[in-house]
């Protein structure tokens, strides 16, 4: 059964993420990207990291989607214009698609070669103790760094959209 829904909600995951893409809107790829954030959460529980569950579900698909929706909405982004795309791209994309996807994964299998396999709600590292040592100790700078491009973020969309008051 955790195998089938492992395989349900990867392929969720990965057809949100090229939706996410393939979007021509900014509020359709934000949406998809709520999909995929939802699906991971439920990956994580099927690993049985509860409370990276709930974090994926709260932080990303709640907070972070909320101000991406807000800023695209602060910013009026319309819709993308399509163009035509040559003929030398449209016959040499898909055969140097499944080449690459290819060429990528032999070099993760022959990379990271393990003999141990995944056992389905065997993570015990997930607990808030364990995600709060890391994020404090190892992870410090990424997450500061992190915080500060976000604020960046923010500042530079009130900035455009003072202008197009003005």
Do not use: W
């Amino acid at each position: 059964m955790d195998v089938i829904l492992f395989l349900v909600f990867a392929i969720i995951a990965v057809v949100c993420a090229i939706n996410v893409v393939v979007q021509a809107h900014p509020i359709s790829s934000a949406v998809s990207l709520v999909g995929v954030m939802g699906s991971l959460a439920v990956l994580y529980l099927l690993l049985g990291a509860e409370f990276l569950a709930a974090a994926q579900v709260i932080v990303y698909a709640g907070a972070v989607m909320v101000l991406f929706v807000f800023v695209i909405m602060l910013l009026n982004a319309g819709a993308e214009s399509r163009k035509g795309h040559s003929l030398m791209v449209q016959v040499l994309a898909v055969p140097l698609l499944v080449t690459l996807l290819g060429l990528l994964a032999y070099i993760v299998q022959r990379i990271y070669r393990s003999d141990t396999t995944v056992h389905f709600g065997g993570f015990t590292h997930g607990t808030p103790q364990d995600v709060g040592r890391a994020l404090f100790t190892g992870y410090l700078l990424p997450f500061e760094v992190t915080s500060i491009l976000i604020l960046i973020a923010i500042l530079g969309a009130i900035v455009l959209a003072r202008k197009e008051i003005d």
